[in-house]
């Protein structure tokens, strides 16, 4: 084949714009750290790269309100506890005051100290956690029991539920009425007024105040076991969460030593192309003929 | 009997013809750059021999040559290469400009990143998420009405940047649309001159190169077949003679003569746009003729601006794009305000009467573009819906919006989640531009391998001209010599002869 000049000058100008435009790739690929910058370089890494950013914001908002769940628990079993340890003392009292030996003033004195325990009670049960009502199903901008003789509750048993997982809800409330029930404050004001008053009436109020007692414990350990699965479903996202970064980073994310091996043999490469082309198109018969 | 001024007159040819070929020697030095210019060679011819092969001849043995005389200057071409390069030219004009035009979409998509329209859904997900947590916060009800208004404004963005773009695909039809018609006027004029010329026996190397590049140039817009039409009259064998350039489909089928070679005429191509709607092209004309659309499928340059920008009854890459996004938007709006109306808002509770009100609007004849917050939002945070029991502390309509994304509903005819839709648009997308970048890649080296091919046949080596050149001067000066030594000769003849005893 005839070989001319104009080849060779077309030729060597090529092979350096191609040279060029690989190390332009490699440039980009190391400046932002991704394999691809545009999706037809690889439809399929474009289009899972898409799904897994979107699975990983998923499961970064599923964090999100695992977070809300854990403050509205937590703060749901400190109250509990605390309304154990009232109505234990409350049940402690009751069995004090039963004794025959008592006078009317330490009974009075037995009663103030109920009645300072129930608007205790009333106080928990308005527990507010960021300016909202825990104990009042969905109606948390409203307190679900008014002080008075007896309080009088009001409160709504809707379940508060957050997504915890996609496709996956939690009850993070506790449902109000099997813990601050109107039955509970009037059992103890009726203990108030019994001490007040004696009708010799304390062994029934005894055994309705254990039976509230069981109620807080029962819905204890169902908080608790939620509690348990919430801590379940962590683990569970922390694991996704970091399957997804890993699969964005296998999926995307540029080998570093292998594109700057390349880089480096394409600028040898390069080097040889630009020093082929000052070589081949200088010298021609012209230069040799005197 | 010879002459005795024979010997002169031969090499005095020689001269002449070496000069000559010298001379053009000179010019394809000259031209070694020149793009479009094929070297060119003096073909060399004896002269009739002495004596002539006739009855009154002299008798004498054999036949004396009487020298050279430079023939025609030929242009040194193979026009196979031509109608090669002309295919692959074509291909690289369609697949080149495809690509481009995805090239561009690809950008305004901006997939995978963060500030595609794919992080801009996630963003108001998440927005509504944290509203089903916080049904009472109005600082979660504002993030959401700001997000909301982020996928609008993406929505718009993309639109208007689609639609932008397909106002420059048009501007380039239109372009490459005068450039065919200048071109099929330019071969016209060519051929005119060619025609009107060659017929005295001339070889018109410079216009022929002219037409070539003039076709090469046409080649990348639309696919075309040239017929050479002989000018008659007294025009040499080699002459190449008028051209009937006519536009071909892919298949090879002819759609009709753009440039005709015998009666001199040419057709211009015109491109129609309705005047309504999406403003599709509504036809396109070879002089008076319709053609088919489809001819135009993988057809230069001109059928890839007609397949990206868009024809009537039939589809256009970005067409295509802007009713996928329509479809999208008005999907998405119409399932999300469904959802929306369903709730209770906070002014809703407040006054426990339901008015279902939206959270989008947008017009229909085009969603995408004109995809907004309704304003009541755009009012009041308090008009948000986030309860589905009518609780102000309930945020499980907030989750059912937050579910809408992940949702199946029908988008333009697919069952499919948006999220789905969207990922199959721009994978559909990426695979064509793929595709396009490929092909593209593909025919422009095999454009290149053809070019070279044809060079190594039509270009210029100066090693080569150097050769030549030395071949034609050492012929000259030993003709020049030959003269010296024929002057020698006469010089004894006629001053040292007969001169005995002087």
């Known amino acids: 084949m005839r070989v001319t000049q104009m080849m060779l000058a077309n030729n060597t100008l090529r092979n350096v714009s191609k040279s060029y435009d690989k190390l332009g790739t490699y440039q980009q690929q190391l400046a932002t750290g991704k394999k691809i910058h545009r999706p037809s370089e690889d439809p399929v890494v474009a289009v899972k790269g898409m799904h897994y950013r979107t699975s990983l914001t998923e499961i970064e908002q599923f964090q999100r309100n695992l977070s809300e769940a854990y403050t509205w628990m937590e703060n749901s079993e400190s109250a509990l506890n605390h309304t154990t340890n009232v109505l234990q003392r409350a049940r402690e009292l009751v069995v004090q ?15 103030r100290e109920i009645e300072q325990l129930k608007k205790d009670l009333v106080q928990v049960a308005n527990t507010k956690v960021a300016g909202k009502y825990i ?4 109606k948390i901008e409203q307190a679900p029991v008014t002080d008075g003789t007896p309080p009088t509750v009001r409160n709504n048993n809707d379940d508060f539920m957050v997504e915890v997982a996609k496709g996956v809800k939690l009850k993070i409330n506790v449902t109000p009425n099997n813990v601050f029930n109107q039955g509970l404050f009037n059992t103890l004001q009726q203990i108030e007024n019994e001490l007040a008053n004696p009708t010799s009436n304390l062994d029934n109020l005894l055994s309705q105040l254990d039976g509230h007692l069981n109620d807080v414990l029962a819905e204890r350990a169902e908080l608790g076991a939620r509690v348990n699965r919430l801590e379940l479903v962590e683990q569970r996202l922390a694991e996704q969460q970091l399957i997804a970064k890993r699969m964005i980073s296998d999926n995307e994310d540029a080998d570093i030593e292998k594109i700057i091996t390349e880089l480096k043999s394409q600028e040898s490469v ?21 | 009997m010879l002459s005795t001024f024979h010997g002169l007159e031969t090499v005095r040819r020689g001269m002449t013809a070496q000069q000559q070929a010298l001379y053009v020697t000179g010019h394809n030095i000259a031209n070694a750059n ?9 073909n060399f011819e004896q002269t009739p021999p002495y004596p002539f092969a006739s009855q009154n001849r002299p008798v004498m043995p054999g036949q004396m040559g009487t020298g050279v005389e430079g023939g025609t200057v030929q242009r040194m071409r193979e026009e196979f290469l031509d109608v090669q390069y002309r295919g692959e030219n074509m291909k690289y004009g369609y697949w080149n400009t495809r690509a481009e035009a995805l090239y561009k979409m690809e950008e305004i998509m ?22 089903a947590v916080n049904p009472s916060n109005s600082g979660a009800r504002s993030v959401v009405r700001q997000r909301g208004i982020a996928v609008a404004e993406t929505f718009h963005y993309l639109s208007s940047s689609l639609k932008s773009i397909r106002e420059d695909l048009k501007n380039e039809l239109d372009v490459t649309v005068k450039a065919v018609n200048s071109l099929a006027r330019q071969l016209n004029d060519i051929n005119k001159q060619i025609g009107e010329v060659e017929v005295h026996g001339y070889l018109l190397n410079d216009l022929y190169d002219e037409r070539n590049r003039l076709l090469d140039e046409l080649s990348q817009y639309v696919n075309i077949k040239v017929t050479p039409v002989p000018s008659g009259g007294s025009a040499l064998k080699i002459a190449e003679g008028r051209f009937t350039v006519e536009l071909v489909d892919r298949n090879g089928t002819s759609l009709g003569k753009l440039v005709d070679g015998n009666t001199g005429a040419f057709n211009e191509i015109t491109v129609k746009y309705e005047t309504t709607g999406d403003k599709y092209v509504r036809e396109i004309k070879l002089g008076n ?8 499928k993988e057809n230069g340059k001109i059928g890839a601006l007609l397949h990206s920008y868009g024809y009537v009854g039939g589809t256009g890459l970005y067409p295509e794009m802007l009713n996928n996004l329509n479809a999208m938007a008005k999907a998405f709006a119409d399932q999300f305000n469904a959802v929306h109306s369903r709730g209770w808002s906070v002014t809703e509770i407040k006054s426990n009467t339901k008015d279902g009100k939206t959270f989008f609007t947008y017009n229909p004849s085009d969603p995408a573009g004109t995809l907004d917050v309704e304003q009541t939002i755009k009012n009041s945070l308090d008009n948000i819906a986030a309860s589905a029991s009518g609780q102000i502390g309930d ?13 199946t509903m029908n988008i333009a005819g697919n069952t499919t989640t948006i999220q789905n839709f969207y990922e199959s648009l721009i994978g559909q997308m ?6 396009a970048k490929r092909l593209s890649q593909n025919s422009e080296v095999l454009r290149q391998s053809v070019d070279e091919r044809r060079m190594a046949v039509s270009s210029v080596s100066l090693d080569e001209e150097m050769m030549n050149m030395m071949k034609f001067q050492h012929a000259y000066n030993a003709s020049a010599r030959m003269i010296t030594m024929i002057d020698q000769m006469l010089d004894k003849i006629i001053n040292n002869m007969g001169i005995v005893g002087r």
């Open chain 2, 34 to 42: 020149t793009p479009g210019y094929s070297r060119q060679r003096v």
């Open chain 2, 289 to 296: 003729d319709s053609l088919n659309f489809l001819s135009f």
């Open chain 1, 270 to 290: 390069h080097r040889a192309a630009l020093s082929v082309g000052a070589r081949i198109i200088q010298p021609t018969l012209v230069d040799f003929l005197r």
């Open chain 2, 110 to 131: 901006n997939e995978p990143s963060d500030e595609g329209l794919a992080k801009t859904l996630d963003r108001f997900w998440q927005a509504l998420q944290d509203l």
């Open chain 1, 97 to 111: 005051a039963k004794n025959g030996t008592l006078g009317q003033e330490d009974r009075q004195a037995i009663a």
């Open chain 2, 430 to 435: 990426a695979v064509n531009a793929q595709e």
């Open chain 1, 135 to 138: 104990f009042n199903g969905t």
């Open chain 2, 395 to 407: 945020g499980s309509n907030a989750q059912a919006l937050a579910e809408v994304k992940n949702g």
